[in-house]
């Protein structure tokens, strides 16, 4: 059975530091690419981010550019998501997922297409 | 970047109802998109995928259709259970990959 297993919520303090985890059992942690999904409250949800395990291979979406960090640790099957200067406007629940992808014969590149599993989510709260 | 427009953003309807939802995309997208379901304070989960392929375990009233820049999503037979916002998402600009803003299925 595919699980994802996200870390503990989180509180803390605008300009802090921050990385939450999500680690996968249940299938080839290489095979996959993960996403990262924010979900603002009342809000519909939106695509920060992935990562393809098996070569570290990362995009991330224009509008968190620059903004956070996404990586992996083959050895613990686990994909992170990280700030270094949080804002209170990170508030959101976090959520990994599995992606499941496609051959795209034009850019001879696997693309990730839907986000298949998901993980229970990670609630940020950033306040002073 | 490419726009996802759902409506209605609210629909009533009553046990055994039939409803559907419209996803437009405000370019060609071709069949590059994705329906989920969400249930209040649980992930979201994938209903159709291709724009027209029921996820293994999704039951047979939930169906999509469209191409292009429209799209449906259309259950039959409505159940307790399916009241929840639904989401369409395309995936034709990766990395951008964009959700539409969601339709809230309530219980008339």
Redesign the interface.
Known sequence: EVQLLQSEPEVKKPGESLRISCQASGYSFTMYWVGWVRQMPGKGPECMGFIYPGDSDTRYSPSFQGLVTISADTSVSTVYLQWSSLKASDSAIYYCARMEDYYDFWSAYHKPKNFDHWGQGTLVTVSS | ?IQMTQSPSSLSASIGDRVTITCLASQDISK?L?W?Q?IPGK????LI??ASNL?TGVPSRFSGSGSVTYFTLTITNLQPEDFATY?C?H?DN?????????TRLEIK
């Open positions: 970047d590059n994705n989920y969400q992930a979201p989960k994938l995928y291709d996820k989401y998402q995936y990766v990395p951008s990959i964009t959700f539409g803003q969601g």
